[in-house]
């Protein structure tokens, strides 16, 4: 049986599947298996006066539209495109409700609309207590895919299956709220809901389906700071639904960053708490998210290790080696150990390796988390340029690490996982920044870091590795045949060999934020699932996919390896339609 078509909701089981509306349902009539529900009366909507038939700041826009290509085909798309630069707070609307009254299980489709940027919609069901964003910029932004359909109507698989019983919809702005990236900025629009009848038989194969392991294969990573920088947050469902996104993925294990060297988001007995510092409107966003959240006592870290491991997968927090954000009373206590650039911490000292094997420590015995990254790609200055014997002193930082991982294991009678994530690309800027060499080639990258995968591997220091950048193939290679498991790395701003798409968009100032900025060049889901199947046919473990934590229902089934060749043949696209482009009518 075709799984793809029972998690997307093939009309299979009868044999003239009707489309119903929600006057047939007023009406009476009972769904069958394979018959789909068109929804898009408004009326029905709670509460009532967050509509209005005029855009309106504060309120929903029933806007008329049709269709581009039929003229007298259209209808009324939910929206609000309402903007106050120096006012965004009196654009954001209330969350409406659309009641279902129905029984049994279905799949759940919802319809946005393409704008230039952004827009969405975000969407729960009523017995759920966290929001996912259903995010119309599914598509490739680069040259070497088709431009996107910008002004399309959008249908997106929110869920795959689901049982409606006593259920409505909740609907909602992106995160309830409004970006600091583009200040003011709060769109967001519904076109319709789409629901598809299952049969008992579908229901059993999307159970039986959702309890394997093995197409666990895919890892994400999330930095802890940007969705609260852009959206902000007040409760511990802000948090959750970072983990929410990725319900129903192939998902191995999920890679949360708690900050960098000497601060992070966690207290602990070595660290400074981090507080984000800047003058970027996201900056003081993200400063008083994180100080309500210590007020709360939400401790985010315990919060997503609970909600990934209900969802089936491993949460690994992670580390950021060198990167100095925070120069708190822990660093400066450390502040003698530093390189001779006066800013980064000297890994050639056993006590800067002792610290952090203490810090990482602390984390896996108070946490119920599955292991540990140590993210080796930002600013990578450890060592001073003239230092020798780089490769042997990593080594031996590598090995007490590894030695710790295992006796907490040993004590948590489970294993626990170490891995580390590294590159020879852009993350290396770092070489410039604080005076190493600049004649530094991008094979030597490595090694004036103290970095020898070669010598990892065959020590066993890494259960995963994740490299990025061209040298993929040499990695898989060096990790074969050991015990040692190599997810290359992929930056969804780049392509798989880690070549960048198009230049990075820079986190703007306050000024500029009062203009509209073009979106960041990234990866479509084609382009995921064709590199991924190059990286898997070369041998690659599984695939690490780092700054994309956006969990798109286009990238769910990517470990469904006999799906992802199909669906890559066809030029097929997982769990997102495009629709008609739409005029409005005003």
């Known amino acids: 049986m075709n799984v793809i078509a029972l998690m997307i909701g093939a009309l299979a089981a009868s044999a003239q599947p009707r489309t119903l509306t929600q006057q047939d349902l007023d009406r009476g009539a009972t769904p069958a298996p394979g018959d789909q529900i068109i929804l898009r009366d408004w009326s029905r909507l709670s509460p009532k006066d967050a509509l209005s038939d005029r855009s309106t700041p504060g309120k929903w826009w029933r806007r008329r539209y049709n269709e581009k290509d039929k003229p007298g085909d259209g209808g009324t798309i939910l929206m609000t495109v309402e903007r106050n630069m120096d006012r965004p707070d009196t654009c954001i609307v209330p969350a409406v409700t659309y009641p279902l009254a129905l029984r049994g299980w279905y799949s759940v489709w919802v319809a946005t609309y393409r704008g230039a940027y952004g827009g969405g919609v975000d969407v729960r069901l009523t017995g759920d207590d966290c929001f996912v964003h259903m995010d119309p910029q599914q598509v490739a932004y680069h040259s070497e895919r088709p431009k996107p359909r910008v002004g399309a109507i959008v249908e997106i698989n929110y869920r795959p299956a689901a049982d409606l019983t006593g259920q409505g919809l909740v609907f909602q702005q992106p995160f309830g709220t409004y970006e600091s990236f583009w200040w003011g900025f709060s769109e967001a629009s519904l076109a319709y809901i789409r629901l598809v009848r299952l049969s008992d038989d579908e229901v059993a194969a999307f159970k039986q389906d959702q309890a394997r392991n093995d197409p666990r294969l895919i890892a994400y990573d999330d930095d802890n700071f940007s969705r609260f920088w852009m959206w902000g947050g007040k409760d511990r469902t802000d948090v959750l639904r970072t983990i929410e996104m990725f319900r129903y993925h192939d998902i191995a294990f999920f890679g949360l960053c708690l900050g960098a060297t000497t601060a992070l988001h966690v207290p602990t007995p070595h660290t400074d708490l981090s507080v984000p510092a800047g003058r970027r409107l996201g900056d003081e966003r993200a400063r008083r998210t994180f100080r309500a959240f210590q007020e709360k006592g939400i401790d985010r870290l315990a919060l997503m290790t609970e909600r990934a491991h209900k969802y089936g997968f491993k949460l690994m927090p992670t580390l950021r080696m060198s990167a100095i954000y925070n120069s708190g009373p822990n660093y400066k206590a450390l502040s003698k150990w530093r390189l001779k650039n006066n800013v980064h911490l000297d890994y050639a000292q056993p006590r800067i390796r ?123 290679e060096m990790t074969r045949g050991t015990k040692t498991k190599c997810y290359p790395r992929w930056t969804y701003t780049c392509d798989y060999n880690g070549k960048a798409l198009g230049g990075n968009i820079h986190d703007p100032t306050p000024k500029e934020d009062k203009k509209d900025r073009p979106i960041n060049p990234h990866c479509g889901p084609l382009d995921y699932e064709s590199g991924w199947l190059k990286l898997r046919d070369k041998g690659a473990d599984g695939l690490y996919v780092f700054n994309n934590a956006q969990g798109w229902a286009t990238l769910r089934r990517m470990g469904h390896l006999d799906e992802v060749r199909q669906r890559v043949q066809a030029k097929a696209v997982y769990g997102l339609s495009e629709g008609p482009i739409v005029q409005f009518v005003d």
Not at 437 to 449: D, F, G, I, N
Not at 464 to 474: L, S
Request: proline fraction near 4%.
């Open 354 to 476: 002792d610290y952090f094997v203490s810090v990482v420590r602390h984390i896996l015995e108070t946490y119920d988390v599955d292991g540990f990254i140590l993210d080796f790609t930002r600013h990578c200055v450890y060592f001073n340029p003239d230092e020798p014997d780089k490769v042997g002193k990593m080594g031996l930082f590598c090995d007490a690490m590894r030695k710790m991982v295992d006796e907490v294991s040993a004590k948590k009678g489970r294993k626990l996982l170490l891995a580390a994530t590294f590159s020879e690309k852009d993350y290396v800027s770092g070489f410039h920044a604080h005076h190493l060499k600049s004649t530094v080639k991008p094979e030597e990258r490595l090694a004036v870091q103290g970095i020898d995968v070669a010598l990892w591997a065959k020590k066993g220091y890494f259960d995963i590795i994740m490299p990025e950048g061209p040298h993929w193939a040499k990695y898989i």
